[in-house]
């Protein structure tokens, strides 16, 4: 007989969404447990995003885990577009009164899990969960060779795209919303020094091309691949003279990680069945060139937060209810945004001529216009958090 286990809330998967989960039920008094595959060595050291929206930052401070973050990660008070030999600055300051910051995925993940106020089970096997449809949901997982059966209120999947949880939603009652693009991206993350002070996103003849960074010692670089490239095609010298040759001179550096990644899109509807909810890429994925992926997965928990906590309090249900209503309304508008931002900087194979020409059009329109200007700003920083 498995062991038997209670919580209020089983949160699967310990990524930026159940973590932050676990601190907001926390700070309301409501209990948790969160699940995670992994060694705690792996979320700790995996690459992932950087770009955090003010928003983000706000709601990470507030959770009382701003600490580190305010003192390492960097503030970004715009962007650059580079395109037919030019540059053009964005000011998010002046045309939104907002800024982001560059702060590692992998940077946050070792501050919620230092702080965690719930149990942490790493290295949790053969997770499944059961009758979701039901008041009582159970979760049941090996530990150390040992089982364990984990009753709960309600269940929040936050254990990404590939996890299981959403496949518990039957499929009759779901549909998923799939868009892959005919391209990947090559990034490398490199002891150098970055070469601007701010991104770069560059649309160039041979392909999209980023210039990021980590910190102000490790610069982190992206360029437009084919879908199926092979990374052993791409040694040191040839990165560093195609990142030359779609961005400018660029500061090299010992490379230290370098990975191929796909780009896609992707939503399932609902985000909710039962007493089970998903959250970030459980339930949604963007490609990285709005920078929004962690971004969306925050603004996701901080509704089912609220939400939880309302029905612990007052037995309200209203939010819960509607927890795919809203938070499939900005996942939408973020899934345009980053949509709008992949086509129009990047190459498509497929693009006539007119196709590039149009999509120039569109850039020097952007760049040009205060009112699109600050549109693209209001996105890339985030629109506000709406119930």
Not at 153 to 179: N, Q, V
Not at 239 to 250: P, S
Not at 299 to 305: H, I, M, N, Q, T
Not at 368 to 381: C, D, G, I, M
Request: glycine share 6%; proline share 4%.
């Amino acid at each position: 007989m498995p062991s038997q286990q209670r919580t209020q809330v089983a949160i699967i998967g310990a990524g930026p969404a159940g973590l932050i989960l676990s601190h907001l039920l926390h700070l309301e008094g409501v209990e948790s447990v969160v699940l995670e595959l992994r060694t705690r060595a792996y979320i700790e050291d995996r690459v992932r995003a950087g770009v955090l929206e003010q928003g983000t930052v706000e709601l990470l401070c507030e959770m009382g885990v701003g600490d580190r973050l305010l003192r390492e990660g960097l503030i970004h008070k715009g962007i650059h577009f580079r395109f037919a030999g030019r540059e053009h600055h964005f000011d998010f300051e002046d045309l939104c009164g907002r800024t982001i910051t560059v702060y590692a995925q992998h940077e946050i993940i070792k501050d919620l899990v230092a702080a965690a106020p719930a149990p942490i089970f790493f290295e949790a096997q053969d997770v499944t969960i059961h009758d979701v449809a039901t008041d009582h949901p159970r979760v049941r997982y090996l530990h150390n060779g040992e089982e364990h059966e984990l009753t709960c209120d309600f269940i929040a999947g936050c254990d990404g795209f590939h996890g299981h949880c959403r496949a518990a939603i039957p499929t009759s009652l779901i549909t998923e919303y799939d868009k892959i693009y005919p391209f990947s991206w090559l990034g490398i993350l490199a002891h150098a020094v970055p070469s601007s002070d701010e991104l770069i996103y560059a649309n160039h003849d041979r392909g999209f091309a980023l210039l990021s960074m980590r910190s102000p010692e490790v610069s982190r670089l992206y360029i437009q691949v084919e879908p199926d490239e092979d990374l052993a095609n791409w040694p040191e010298d040839r990165i560093w003279q195609e990142l030359e040759t779609r961005l400018g001179k660029v500061t090299r550096g010992p490379i230290f990680q370098k990975s191929i990644a796909a780009m896609r899109s992707f939503v399932a509807e609902p985000m909710q069945y039962g007493r089970l909810y998903l959250a970030g890429d459980a339930a949604h994925i963007v490609p990285a060139t709005g920078a929004k992926g962690l971004n969306l997965a925050a603004a996701d928990v901080r509704v089912l937060a609220r939400g939880l906590t309302a029905f612990y309090k007052s037995r309200a249900a209203d939010i819960l209810d509607r927890y795919s209503e809203i938070c499939l309304r900005r996942c939408w508008k973020v899934q345009h945004f980053s949509w709008w931002m992949t086509h129009m900087l990047h190459r498509f194979p497929a693009n006539s001529p007119y196709d590039n020409r149009r999509q120039l059009a569109e850039l020097d329109y952007v760049t040009s216009s205060r009112a699109a200007a600050t549109a693209l700003a209001e996105n890339y920083t985030g629109l506000p958090f709406t119930m």
